[in-house]
């Protein structure tokens, strides 16, 4: 039985740092940093010590980073304190949660006040929420970081520190997570390690963001990955307390890093799990090309390998090179131009006419592709609608032939951890029982290959295969998945 | 010891509707009646059933009934179903709390939806407030309302409507509240019914509103008050189902209505407490004549008989005709022009300049003060500021002398109730001691009286005395009171 | 045959000022006095001298002077110098000229800088436009203004104010106009003076200003009218140079002022045409009364007056007095409640629902009403509808009997000096071709009766019964009038 | 002697279409497709017939076309008729002109209405200016437009077109423009042919716009550059009409196209003086790698050659294939990572801090560029500054070596015909005195090499090598130049 995935449950970029006498800039060049993973929204807590009183500010909104945080003479002086955390948010369009859902969350509580910031998607929320509602907690969104917050204000442990670590061990499912208290920075990762978080260090600074771009901007240190099940607590004291590791309940060494990570979503300039995003990336070229090579009858004849612009330029430029090696004239070229003007205020009037809305983000560039054998390189097919309207466009700069490669395995499952796919009817692989043949067809292409899943592992070779998901290519959920999961009831 | 009064609890305007067609509509045109009640935030709450689901709906923001909703073809769709309740919120200007205080409240508990519009101001909600957190529950807001919320959520009790009496029995202080829950319609008021709250009819829909002139926009008809201690239960199904009455835990009779909701806050075409605000209004200014008049020393002498507008014109006229009634030569006119062009979005440039506040919203009518002897008829004097200037602008017309009467008793004592009157220190009267000849001299009139406590009671001669809350001119608070209570300590 | 008026050409409130070193600021001031006169856009030039060089700045937009000019921090310091010019502009709702035809106008050209706002309406400005464009004039708008521009720019005079008073020669009609050059504020009136305009004195400021209660606000002190067809010339340059008057062609002593001023327009706490408006409308409640009284059959039958808030409270309270002589037991009471509130922003929703429209704005005071004989005064009738409707607000608050009084005679023509009403065919008593009784049935009182022109001239009666314009009751135009004139042709 | 460049004379994108239902909705793509030409402003101007009358409709705003042209709803159903012009305007941040300069501008005149839009700087419109000025003309903005619109209007010509080709006659300098009249849409390019202008044909419809990317979007098809001097006339009445072309004097056959359209401005996807842009900057790269290759000391060492993205791409890919032709094992990388998010909003807070300027628009990636021999291609540098903390940037990256390649020749002079280039004083190689080892120790490289004219002169040697404009390397102005031509003397 199929599902619709909540649009409150979503990738998202986190960031949070400690005793920095400007925490709130840093963390607004860290949110920039990360804004690829959300432009829905964004927001920032600040920790602040006046006269002996704890206080957190908070400024949250719609839009860019640099749209909610515009006027830097109005928010600089409000956020005030050293330690602060910050939250991106990916686009939920339309839905009229959106406001509440922004985060961080900021609440009071018999401790103190705490804020929480997340990235990911639980698994066992609607149960988690069924009981606190039963023990007299109210809600007031739909998202899972409200969860989290009931959960640890529900605790009966002494230490703040106690009562977050007994909630967190409630959590199923993907979560990486800043929480901000009156006295630390907690910062944590899932028990498999879905979505990524990665510590760093700033003269006296911690920093924890979501991907290592983060730091380059500030000109922070990468130390290492907050490990899968691991409870990162910093204290926001300065001075010599030093960072403290906790253990999640199940940390057992086992992982289950969203692989699409790679293939996608983060940065290639970032490294993640591990690995600089643009080598896996390259590797995926690589390895595209030494399966699936475009050989040309005419052995002298050129070829063009070009990228839908700009999460496959990596991939594009591994696939020509390996292309290359083969003795093949290939070479990479720039066949699209993409518009960078469109952001989130562009309209498509006239909904009708599809085909526009590939036209005003990308134009072929005619001279190159002219009467030529071509390559599109892409990352990844979801619906398919928007692959076939650029190839239909790619067609009319008049190439000879247009070979269709695909740096991941054909998408066929939902995605429970965070990832914003469609439910599994809409998705084009799935709709057509996997049948690469029909999908070539659908799309008009001359040929059409996708990677396999032992592909990819081959790409991430230095880990074991299985620390990975797959489960989008795969089906192979690592956690138990409420595939009755239905959509938030009400509406605020 | 002296205390800061909250700013989030606060004088409001409450309105509900059920089974109308356009409760939306309806509650809108209510809401702008009870403007004066609040001009910093309004919101409205809609039930709806959609599919056999409960669904509620919210719109609300900061600004006038006007602003919020000015946008009539992307509220009205939004704002579907039977059912509402609406809220307007009265000015906590700068206040970094405010966006998360507008009400009303909207939250998802374990027996429904539930959202709630609340008018007062709770004596207890500190100690409640600790109670609710040491049992696990997390407050987003520092809002009494929010403690209702979370009393309501915390029931044991199996039918929601006790669950709904029982928070309310907990409460201490002043409110008047309507709740929507998926099946009812609750309006409340407590045991001393410090606030108003009317019941009404509009064919076949109940109506309620902190005043009566919410049932003349909307042609409904004046039913009777809700009562003190009383809480009316009316089903959302259409059809048969007749309203319930329940009584609050120490609903005896006893009444405590604030009577500065006669003297300056409600309209005076509303009817509250069983009388029109215009009559009572009146009257303040007979007794205020009768004990207080102006008599010229030559008896041909003119007395010109002038109003602050608008808050205190009838009780200007009820002075004017009393002293004609005694034979003076005394007439009403309209000696100050108000503007109604201010809002809330006037500046005051300069601010060092502190009478231009005053003359940029009156200005005295020359030809009609010169050389006359002119009384000065006012509802009360909070700091003495603004009337200080306000008297210095009239001498500039050139008047012979002038008498300033103030149709309530000098105000020497915070309101915990509601009210928002400044701490006590900034009080003119208690800072001169009750010493009326001191502010005399203060505002630099010619005389000056104010009327007694006695005096009020005899406006209101129909009611038993000590039917009436008089806190704020004697001390003596009806409920136990937290004189230690200190602002909110965290902001959000 | 019958016109369109041009709403473009309106009514509108002017202010000037020179050697002041907060000029900016007592515009803004004195603009927030003029309001009334125009709320649809409102906005300022200064004159600033930067290095030898004349500078003009300038601020405009739509709105309320609050709206336009809200934060203080941000024009004060772009409005720099110490002369400037004010203009507010009456509402031309829905226009889609209004943007760029807010006034004041600023240009560059043979002779430097020159800014313009103007009150009234020209009533050869079409032949004049036609003749400009055919000397190669483009224009960018519809108004009046632009045209006096031009005429300014094409005159081949050396001096400055020859070449101002040779364009403003050329005009026909209404116009009350304030100019800043780099050297000189001019404030001029057209020879028959239809509109009003006030000299004033600040410490060594000049100011002129539509009204007088644009003085008061600052503290500047009345000197005298501008003379109809008189041109007053201050140099901007302090220290000794004196103002010049010139005269305009034509001036002769002859004066047509807009009786319209006193009857609603001008603000009652102002001085125009020599008179305070309050006193004139005063005397048109008395005259009205001793004409048309209301006598009770039984002579102890007592009678309320009240008024339709705010424009004709002064001329009530005249009608309550004189009916008072004449030993009726009448009073003036506040009978209507009129909310401030609704401003530009308040959308009537369900516009079929024409009756909201006017229980939006007001509410009867029921017990003031109930079982009483009941004058209403009102300052005139237009289109019929808004007091149809009111009328029958007030007879649902129960009077015995409803007598209204109109403190002006029947508006049967329009106006071509800049008086906002409809066309002809819209006017009521146009409609019902002056026939009062039917105008009594339509709206359905008891009793109806207006005022005679006669009566208008004797509430002036130091005047020359000559000296102001009654065309929109008489039809009798005191200039030249393009009967055929019809709408811009184009629109920007 | 040193000039100001006026801001308000600039590099803009310009649209025109006739004969098309949907004539806005096509402008609207194409302005979307010229955004790069513009950022700052945008606007759209229509022609409709209504009722035999010719109305002109116009919205234009600040901001990117997707900002201005936000709600389809709202702009759509106003900007009816059939033909159309539009207009895009590059950044002049922070002028108080900005609002008023806003294209197109319209205005009526004696021959009806006239809308124009201008790509490029008039070098005589001073004295223009001031001669319309003595003649009796008024100006409301700095903007050159305006000089055209008054120089069309003064013309004693009775064709309308005569007007116009007699207007254009007197303009000196550098324009492309469209007009837009009651009767016709005419399209001209100055006697030079500075600025690109291109003709196209859609259905019935004609198209002109700045860049043959303007007619992919809306599959127009492109027939040919409008001739340097030549004024292309296209009839509105739809049907046989067909266009008629007509020439300025001068006209001579020679031109002086700005080669900087190909080296920076101009989109790699478009045609414009007859040579894609994308094929000249390939050339360029490999030019720059004949002439200045980067040549490792061991034979068998790999060179990276990467981009400053976006603008650079192109003659870095040609710079890599042309040194790998040589045998270097060179390959071209992404080495920089370019935020897109960064828009017209963002601030950089703490301005002292510049080299956060940089951080935040781009990001190295670490992997590819540690320990290599890298070579950075740019397409020229201006100030320097940027070029300096870019290549600091990249050296914290690791490589080994740094060799900077520039794709134009070292700017010297001003730009007079639309370039927006700072003063003479702060273009580096002005400052340096062309001495490139001064520059390279600025910004630090361990070598850098520009393009020399005659280089520039071989990419395109299919042209004559006069027809190209290299001002700014060679200070030769191919007109007359007002090098004492100031700022505008008043702000508005």
């Given at each position: 039985m199929e599902i619709t995935i909540s649009r409150t449950k979503c990738f998202c970029g986190i960031f949070g740092i400690t005793n920095h006498k400007n925490a709130a800039m840093m963390s607004y060049y860290g949110l920039h940093a990360l804004q690829h993973r959300g432009q829905e929204a964004s927001g920032m807590v600040t920790h602040d010590r006046e006269n002996g009183k704890d206080v957190f500010r908070i400024i949250k909104g719609e839009g860019l980073v640099s749209e909610v945080f515009d006027d830097f003479d109005e928010w600089q002086p409000q956020l005030t304190g050293n330690a602060a955390i910050g939250h991106n948010r990916y686009s939920t369009t339309g839905s009229s949660n959106s406001r509440k859902n922004i985060q961080p969350f900021i609440v009071n509580y018999h401790s103190g006040n705490l804020a929480v910031a997340h990235n990911g998607n639980l698994t066992n929320d609607t149960k988690l929420r069924k009981w606190l509602e039963s023990e007299g907690s109210i809600f007031q969104t739909t998202s899972d970081t409200e969860v989290i917050l009931h959960l640890i204000a529900k605790s009966k442990k002494k230490s703040q520190i106690d009562q977050i670590v007994e909630a967190l061990d409630f959590l199923e499912g993907a979560f990486s997570v800043v929480i901000l208290t009156d006295n630390y920075l907690v910062a944590a990762r899932d028990k498999l390690g879905f979505r990524p978080l990665c510590l760093g260090k700033l003269g006296d600074s911690y920093v924890v963001a979501s991907e290592t771009c983060a730091f380059d901007i500030i000109s922070a240190e990468y130390i290492r990955d907050i490990e899968p099940g691991e409870v990162v607590v910093i204290p926001l004291i300065d001075g010599d307390s030093e960072l403290e590791s906790r253990a999640l309940e199940?940390?057992?060494?086992?992982r289950k890093q969203c692989i699409f990570e790679y293939i996608y979503f983060s940065r290639p300039d970032s490294m993640i799990f591990g690995h600089y995003v643009d080598k896996i990336r390259r590797r995926l070229g690589k390895i595209l090309a030494r399966k699936y090579p475009v050989l040309p009858v005419k052995p002298d004849e050129k070829v063009i390998v070009m990228s839908v612009p700009d999460s496959s330029n990596t991939a594009a430029l591994g696939y020509a090179r390996e292309l290359e090696k083969m003795g093949v004239d290939a070479r990479f070229e720039i066949g699209l131009l993409r518009s960078h003007y469109i952001g989130r205020t562009f309209i498509e009037p006239g909904q009708e006419n599809r085909e526009m809305r590939v036209k005003i983000k990308f134009n072929p560039v005619k001279g190159v592709l002219k009467d030529k054998i071509v390559v599109v390189v892409d990352d990844s097919i979801v619906r398919g609608t928007t692959s076939k309207q650029l190839i239909n466009l790619i067609r009319e700069a008049g190439p000879k032939e247009i070979h269709f490669r695909i740096s991941s395995p054909p998408i066929m499952h939902s995605c429970y951890y965070g990832m914003d796919f469609p439910s599994k009817e809409e998705l084009i692989a799935f709709k057509m029982d996997g049948n690469v043949d029909a999908i070539k067809d659908y799309i008009g292409v001359d040929s059409l290959s996708y990677l396999t899943i032992a592909d990819l592992q081959e790409a991430v070779k230095e880990d074991n295969p299985d620390d990975y998901c797959t489960a989008c290519f795969s089906g192979e959920y690592p956690t138990r998945v409420d595939f009755n999961f239905t959509k938030e009831h009400y509406e605020v």
């Open positions: 199940g940390k057992n060494g086992e």
